[in-house]
T-cell receptor
């Protein structure tokens, strides 16, 4: 069965610093890959996705992620953190034939002033 | 912009009572899902629904749970006899083939 691992339940960065949130998946066949963001007391919003094509994908709010097949990774980055980025970030994958999402445990991003 | 709508946003119910959580998916979407998130834990898949029937369900989705799409627009999740451990945020999602799932804002279910 597929699984998703997000390294670090909490990541703390200073405002203006690089954000790096890690995601690894277990699958022999590259799945569809997603990052969702959840602000406090809100629903899940898609940040970006990888389905096919260019392995570096850009999303909303200045985030991007790179699919690395050899590392089975899909890490999320943002060059310069903003206070408004404080939220919980979830990596998710879905099988290319079955679109059910398998979720990572989430990483809470904390931004220090 | 089309969106997935869930009602109510918060429901409090007594243990043993039945609850129905309602969702209106995006109108031209084909796949429908329920997920849940127990406070402080990861999001978990409950069930997927396609072509008017359940296509996948997790081990969480036992006989106490059922889903229905009664009128072509609403998509409901029923819990027959709620338990304390059913307290969670329940998310409805819908998608077209091969695209991302769009999520509703969630219904926070509190069982007391």
């Amino acid at each position: 069965a597929q699984s998703v691992t997000q390294l670090g339940s909490h990541v703390s960065v200073s405002e203006g610093a690089l954000v790096l949130l890690r995601c690894n998946y277990s699958s022999s066949v590259p799945p569809y890959l997603f990052w969702y963001v959840q602000y406090p007391n809100q629903g899940l919003q898609l940040l970006l996705k990888y389905t096919t094509g260019a392995t570096l994908v850009k999303g909303i709010n200045g985030f991007e992620a790179e699919f690395k097949k050899s590392e089975t990774s899909f890490h999320l980055t943002k060059p310069s953190a903003h206070m408004s980025d404080a939220a919980e970030y979830f990596c998710a994958v879905s099988d290319r034939s079955n679109y059910q999402l398998i979720w990572g445990a989430g990483t809470k991003l904390i931004i220090k002033p | 912009e089309p969106e997935v709508t869930q009602t109510p946003s918060h429901q409090v119910t007594q243990m043993g009572q039945e609850v129905i959580l309602r969702c209106v998916p995006i109108s031209n979407h084909l796949y429908f899902y329920w997920y849940r998130q127990i406070l402080g834990q990861k999001v978990e898949f409950l069930v997927s629904f396609y072509n008017n029937e359940i296509s996948e369900k997790s081990e969480i989705f036992d006989d106490q749970f059922s889903v229905e799409r009664p009128d072509g627009s609403n998509f409901t999740l029923k819990i027959r006899s709620t338990k304390l451990e059913d307290s969670a945020m329940y998310f409805c999602a819908s998608q077209m083939t091969g695209t991302e799932a769009f999520f509703g804002q969630g219904t926070r279910l509190t069982v007391v």
